[in-house]
Each structure stands twice: as C-alpha cells, then as structure tokens.
C-alpha cells in the first residue's frame, strides 16, 4: 500500500508544470482576443468621445449633455467588457476541465 501512495503522489506532484502549461497556453491564445478587442473598444470610444467634443466646441451640446453622453459611453463600454469576460469565463471552466481530465488520467496511470 505505501508504494501506491507514493506513486499517486509522485504522479500528482509530477502534474504542476503541465497545469501551468495549460493556463500558461490558454493565457497567451486568449491575451490576442482581449488586445484586439480593447483596440476595437477603444477606437470606438475614441470615435464617439471625439464626435461629441465637437457638438460640444460648435455649442450643439451643453457641458451637461456633453458628461451624460460619455458616462452613457462609459456604461455601454462597461457592458461589453463584461460580455468579453462571460465568454472567457467559459473558457476557464475548460481549463478546469482540461486539468480534471489530466488529473484523473494520471491518477488512473498510477493506480
């Protein structure tokens, strides 16, 4: 009984690098999406703050309409940075998945 234990340990503490691989990998595939869509966000927001600023200079808005639009630019943006973190929620729940099943596959090696 002591060798098997001592197997399932050695194969558990075997498994931290491949875990850290696989969040390693995930992060870096990921890391792409999220710079292209903070680019994409911000071109966005650069478009409207930019566009407003200057319905502010020619006097088509007040100050006040100018601070509601961008705190509604700002709400807005929020929302799709959250919808950016639902997907990537899923996706770490792969990676949990993904380390169960190496997890579990090694354990039964082991046994």
């Given at each position: 009984m002591p060798d098997k234990k001592?197997?399932?340990?050695?194969?558990?503490d075997?498994?931290?690098?491949?875990?850290?691989?696989?969040?390693?990998?995930?992060?870096?595939?990921?890391?792409?999406?999220?710079?292209a869509a903070a680019k994409a966000l911000h071109a966005n927001l650069k478009?409207?703050?930019?566009?407003?600023a200057i319905m502010l200079a020619d006097q088509q808005?007040?100050?006040?309409?100018?601070?509601?639009?961008?705190?509604g630019r700002l709400a807005q943006l929020k929302i799709e940075l959250?919808?950016?973190?639902?997907i990537s929620?899923?996706?770490?729940?792969?990676?949990?998945?993904?380390?169960l099943k190496l997890t579990v596959n090694t354990l039964l090696v082991a046994i």
């Open positions: 001592s197997n399932i340990k050695t194969a558990l075997g498994l931290d690098d491949q875990v850290v691989d696989i969040v390693g990998n995930y992060v870096k595939r990921r890391r792409q999406h999220y710079e478009e409207d703050a930019a566009r407003y808005i007040t100050r006040e309409d100018f601070d509601m639009l961008m705190k959250l919808s950016e973190m639902s929620k899923t996706k770490f729940e792969g990676i949990a998945g993904d380390v």
